[in-house]
């Protein structure tokens, strides 16, 4: 980005000697050009074919169930049929979904980023016995996917009486080993100085880590609670075996639901449920693309 | 910590008074430190041990019974025979031969892609930014909302690629219920989902490539294939091997996409480990085979992650150099 402005201002402020470009030929002009163009041509078919399907998705969602699925096709809806989203609200508790979603999504977000902040704080910071050992084992626990465990896991849920609900879909979401290793990571880039200073000033370890570091800290809570959030927001397969009942349907569960029922015929309802379940998701991620983007980049190291 | 240490003992000859007391109070901070320590991560370890570590040796335990999960017993212990089963059920062996098939196919692809749209977007340009949020917007958007849009313009009422096939005067294609165009859509849509995943890995690791390289490179007469294949694509190997393993380990993990695109269907085509166990487990209650085949993937699993933890250790030190 910089250097792009920089090279602009360059080009503008060497105007007089560049003169003599503007006497090549026009087909060395389109020869300097090609490969500019070249690359916004295949940059523009790659995002038809990966960003196409979602404009397709909410174009759809306004189409009535006969014209989606007539040939040919339709790009922009003949009639707009913008009850199709009051109408899914009636098909399915959509309300109650979105509901569930938030507060399962916002609730296991919140949980993730307290349990890791304080675990991270406490081994990248303090001194206790066992704490490499801990550590080790967690990360141990890191190579098991989740996906291994799950038939006992439903079970424990049931025995503790927590399918279908709020607890059940929260409570083994929270702790996040991923988590846990990158605010240990964080917190050990940072120098000890100004921590040093307040113990000295007497503070104790939750003074030291309510006022001080976690303030420190906000650029990497902001980080993991987008990809936190959106991770839950996305979840399907624990959501899926934990919740029959469809009081507790999240969005994801409730639009498989949907699908399974209604079948082909009505693919207009279908992505207006697709477009409500993608939507939040696609705010956070416009809002956030910074942070996002640089996480996952950076959540490697 | 150890200055003020220091402090005290070379002025400790001097100043007589002080010193047994601060010995004692320092040692007090400490064991608040150690309390407070084993606190801050106690929500995490027990959450863990609970609902992860202890169900895990559970796994293991029921995969040498007959378990059933919905009446909860445990049943009889089998020895070794829920694994010797499975290496004898066709079901099991197709849903391993389609991970291997999905692992071989949608792994490399993905990678080739989206290092080739990272290389396209390394030097910034006008639009560079909206260009890779819009090509990385699938790997963020729900599953399954993704999923049932890949269903519609699949499908072969009203989908659109029919559509256009239909068009050309080809007869249209059931691309979700019929051999072997199924696997062949489900591999599609990950390859279509992760690729931007990818991208964004190789965008990182391409950035951190000194620019002077490239200079010089151009100075002797390199044209931006040749400098890609010769300064980029060497320097990216770590960042290819990582992907690589991530990519196994997602893939050996997928459901959501079979559930939604194609049940497993037609005959069993699709269906992959986890959608065996997840069958066996939870249609079938075949708990103990559900669990044998659990702590196989596990194997697996910890395989790769084994490498996945060495080649990340080789990444670092080449990273810090």
Do not use: C
Not at chain 1, 92 to 100: D, E, I, K, Q
Not at chain 2, 4 to 32: H, I, K, L, M, Y
Not at chain 2, 199 to 216: G, R
Request: aromatic share 14%.
């Amino acid at each position: 980005m910089t250097e792009f402005t920089a090279g602009a201002t360059a080009r503008r402020t060497a105007r007089p000697a560049v003169r003599t470009h503007r006497k090549r030929p026009f087909s060395a002009r389109l020869r300097l050009a090609t490969p500019s163009i070249l690359r916004h041509a295949i940059l523009v078919l790659g995002v038809i074919l990966f960003f196409g399907p979602f404009v397709w998705m909410v174009l759809t969602s306004f189409k009535s169930s006969a014209e989606a699925l007539s040939f040919p096709p339709t790009f922009l809806p003949k009639v707009w049929h913008f009850d199709n989203y009051t109408q899914i609200f009636s098909v399915a508790p959509f309300g109650t979904y979105y509901l569930n979603s938030t507060i399962v999504s916002v609730a296991s977000t919140a949980g993730q980023i307290v349990t890791s902040l304080a675990a991270g704080f406490a081994f990248s910071r303090l001194k206790f016995r066992g704490s490499g050992v801990i550590f080790v084992i967690l990360l141990a626990a890191l190579l098991v996917p989740f996906e291994v465990v799950f038939t006992p896991l439903i079970s424990l849920l049931s025995q503790f009486g927590w399918l279908n609900s709020y607890q059940g879909l929260i409570v083994p979401n929270v702790p996040s080993i991923l988590g846990v290793f990158l605010f240990k990571q964080f917190f050990e880039s940072f120098p000890t100085e100004i921590e040093d200073a307040s113990r000295v000033d007497g503070a104790g370890v939750w003074r030291r880590m309510w006022s001080v570091v976690t303030p420190m800290a906000t650029p990497m809570i902001g980080a993991f609670a987008v990809l936190s959030f959106v991770y839950n927001w996305n979840n399907f397969f624990f959501q899926f075996l934990a919740v029959t009942k469809t009081d507790f349907f999240t969005v994801p569960i409730g639009l498989a639901q949907l699908q399974s029922t209604n079948a082909a015929e009505s693919f207009n309802l279908l992505m207006a449920g697709s477009t409500l379940a993608i939507l939040p998701v696609f705010v956070v991620f416009i809002i956030f693309q910074k942070q996002i983007v640089s996480a996952m980049a950076g959540g490697l190291r | 910590m150890q200055s003020t240490v220091d402090s005290t003992s070379s002025t400790g000859a001097t100043a007589v008074v002080p010193r047994p007391p601060r010995v004692r109070r320092r040692r007090t901070t400490e064991e608040q430190e150690g309390r407070a320590g084993y606190a801050l991560i106690a929500p995490t370890t027990v959450l863990l041990a609970v609902f992860y570590l202890y169900p895990l040796v559970q796994t293991v335990g029921y995969s040498f019974t007959t378990w059933n999960p919905a009446t909860g017993q445990t049943g009889d212990f089998v020895g070794l025979s829920n694994f010797t089963g499975l290496f004898q059920n066709d079901e099991f062996l197709r849903a391993a031969g389609n991970t291997g098939i999905y692992v071989l196919v949608v792994v490399p692809i993905t990678m080739a892609i989206g290092l080739f749209f990272a290389a396209l977007l390394a030097q910034p340009f006008r639009g560079r930014g909206v260009y890779r949020a819009l090509l990385f917007v699938p790997y963020i958007a729900p599953i399954v909302g993704s999923a049932l849009i890949f269903s519609f313009i699949l499908s072969p009422l009203g989908g659109i690629v029919n559509g256009a096939l239909t068009s050309l005067g080809v007869a249209p294609i059931g691309f979700l219920n019929s051999e072997p165009w199924a696997l062949i859509s489900v591999m599609v849509f990950s390859i279509w989902q992760g690729t931007g995943y990818a991208m964004i890995i190789f965008s990182a690791a391409l950035t951190n490539i000194p620019q002077s390289y490239h200079e010089a490179a151009t100075l002797d007469g390199a044209g931006p294939i040749r400098r890609f294949f010769s300064i980029s694509l060497p320097l990216v190997v770590p960042t290819l091997g990582f992907l690589a393993i991530t990519g196994v380990i997602g893939a050996l993990q997928v459901f959501t996409q079979v559930y939604i695109l194609t049940q497993g269907g037609p005959l069993q085509s699709t269906e992959t480990i986890l959608y065996f166990i997840y069958q066996q487990g939870f249609v079938f209650f075949h708990g103990g085979t559900a669990s044998a085949a659990a702590v196989l993937l596990l194997i697996v699993g910890i395989v790769v992650s084994v490498i996945q933890l060495r080649v990340l250790n080789r990444r670092d030190t080449i990273e810090l150099t």
